[in-house]
């Protein structure tokens, strides 16, 4: 390479940063143009508009049939026939299930021969008693005839008594078996179980020729819900519970949905708020659940909704909006623009911006409010312009006017 070439190639750049820096010191003699900050910022700001306004508590729930039942065995046997499966719908006294009735259908008629030996005892003692009384009236004949002893009267007082007595003791026998009578026919009777209420069989968990077993517990053999009504089970924390009263609005949608058509919403009123913290209905077996891990104090508001349409089923997750407070129609600003003024509750400080484009202060009074906006009371009216930011200065290449 010619030993030229480099310093050559030096002198061309020294040349390039010689013609740039004339031309900015031409420009900025000829004070046409510079870089600088522009004179004021950027506001953003939104219109006061006219809108709704709805103040809600979110939680979350589990639908419940409102009245359901369990229905258990009362008697040990086995399971000789299920006439219901999961999903029938059932009247009010229907057969549902036969339990082998061997042992009891034994005990009633052991019961009944026993009842037929008392009253035949009662029928003999009754005729022993008919001759005491005979023999008891001759002998008070021949005493007063002087014809017999005090002694043979005696004892045939003694006998009309002593007759009389097993009578009345036999009486009480039969009384005790006629009792137990109806005892052991209301354990057979309990080997045909009938439905307690009209409904739906939503779980059944006993199979034919499973043997039951009652002597310590009840065993439960299936499930019985009414789902016309349907209960929902809400979990409101501890610092939105204050909130929540009986009689107020609630509103809930469950997380399936229809494809193609919109999310379905459902309407009620809060029914109760249980004084103390209760777990809902079990997911399972309807027994409350395990008590809940979490730190969070939860309370049970139940409220209920119509479902003659089945589109509700029971373990349904329910996402529910209490409504609180609600306002339509009114004016609205976005809580981010609003400052809260110390000392005055309700009150907030905004900024409005001016015919000249300036940012003038307001203060300005609300109302219901929800995460996102509230109800301008006084301060604002439609159509205005309020701040809801401001962005600095941008510099920017401007030009002179000399």
Do not use: C
Request: hydrophobic share 40%.
């Amino acid at each position: 390479m010619p030993a030229d070439v480099a310093p050559r190639g030096r002198r061309a750049s020294v040349k390039r940063l010689a013609a740039g820096a004339g031309a900015v010191a031409l420009l900025s003699a000829a004070g046409l143009w510079a870089f600088g900050p522009s004179a004021e910022g950027h506001y953003e700001s939104t219109t006061i508009s006219r809108g709704d306004i709805k103040a809600t508590v979110d939680a979350i729930g589990t639908l419940q049939p409102r009245r359901y039942v369990e229905v258990g065995a009362q008697v040990s046997g086995q399971v000789r026939r299920l006439h219901v499966r999961a999903g029938d719908v059932v009247e009010q006294g229907q057969l549902l299930v036969e339990i082998d009735p061997t042992v009891q259908q034994a005990t009633v008629d052991a019961t009944r021969a026993q009842l037929a030996g008392l009253q035949a005892q009662l029928a003999d003692q009754q005729a022993s008693h008919r001759l005491a009384r005979h023999q008891h009236a001759r002998q008070m004949q021949l005493s007063r005839e002087g014809a017999t002893r005090d002694e043979d009267l005696q004892i045939a007082e003694a006998d009309r008594d002593r007759t009389a007595a097993r009578i009345d003791d036999l009486k009480a026998q039969i009384d005790q078996a006629n009792s137990t009578l109806k005892g052991n026919l209301a354990q057979l009777g309990y080997t045909r179980i009938h439905a307690p209420m009209a409904g739906t069989v939503v779980s059944l968990e006993a199979r034919e020729g499973q043997t039951l077993n009652a002597t310590y517990q009840t065993p439960n053999v299936l499930r019985i819900a009414d789902l016309s009504f349907m209960t929902v089970w809400t979990e409101v924390s501890e610092a939105e519970i204050r909130r929540v009263r009986a009689g107020m609005p609630v509103q809930f949608t469950t997380l399936g949905a229809t494809p193609g058509q919109p999310k379905r919403q459902w309407s009620s009123t809060v029914r109760q708020v249980l004084p103390a913290p209760q777990q809902p209905e079990g997911k399972t077996t309807g027994t409350a659940l395990a008590p809940s891990t979490s730190k969070v104090v939860l309370y049970t508001v139940l409220f209920d909704v119509a479902n003659a349409d089945g589109e509700l089923m029971p373990q349904m997750t329910a996402q529910v909006s209490f409504v609180t407070a609600a306002a339509r129609d009114v004016l609205t600003a976005p809580l981010p623009a609003l400052q809260p003024v110390a000392g005055k509750p309700g009150r907030y400080k905004a900024r409005v911006l001016g015919t000249d484009g300036q940012a003038q202060p307001r203060e300005v009074r609300i109302g219901v409010r929800d995460r996102l906006v509230a109800e301008v009371l006084e301060g604002l009216t439609e159509g205005e312009l309020l701040v809801t930011g401001e962005r600095p200065a941008q510099s920017r290449l401007r030009r002179f006017q000399w």
